[in-house]
Nanobody, 120 residues
Framework: QLYLHQSGGAWVQAGDSLSVSCRAL????????MAWYRQVQGKEREFVAR???????NYAESVKGRFTISRDNGQNVLSLQMKDLKPQDTAVYYC??????????????WGQGTQVNVSA
């Protein structure tokens, strides 16, 4: 089974930078593309960024130009570098490994969530 463990959350001020990370443990062969999502209490979880197994990223329009998704396949770590943070970035951020396109035993996997609070 694949497990995703997150770290890096913090309380920051608007304009600050912050990185969050996600380490994959267990059945790392289940990892193909990976993604970050975020959720504000009382609202729908929203897509933030995705990176393919080859390293090609794509971003939500709300974070494009400010956030950078990256991966270290050797250490099985997914990172999200956030710059020029805004109060509307405040959310719980979730690391995600979607079902593997080839291995049916690899399920949709989520990290435990990391709280990021951005004050005005």
């Amino acid at each position: 089974q694949l497990y995703l463990h997150q770290s890096g959350g913090a309380w920051v001020q608007a304009g600050d930078s912050l990185s969050v990370s996600c380490r994959a443990l267990g059945d790392t062969f289940c990892i193909s593309s990976m993604a970050w999502y975020r959720q504000v209490q009382g609202k729908e979880r929203e897509f933030v960024a995705r990176i393919t197994s080859a390293g090609t990223p794509n971003y939500a329009e709300s974070v494009k130009g400010r956030f950078t998704i990256s991966r270290d396949n050797g250490q099985n770590v997914l990172s999200l570098q956030m710059k020029d943070l805004k109060p509307q970035d405040t959310a719980v951020y979730y690391c995600n490994a979607p079902p593997h396109p080839r291995f049916s035993a690899c399920f949709d996997t989520w990290g435990q969530g990391t709280q990021v609070n951005v004050s005005a």
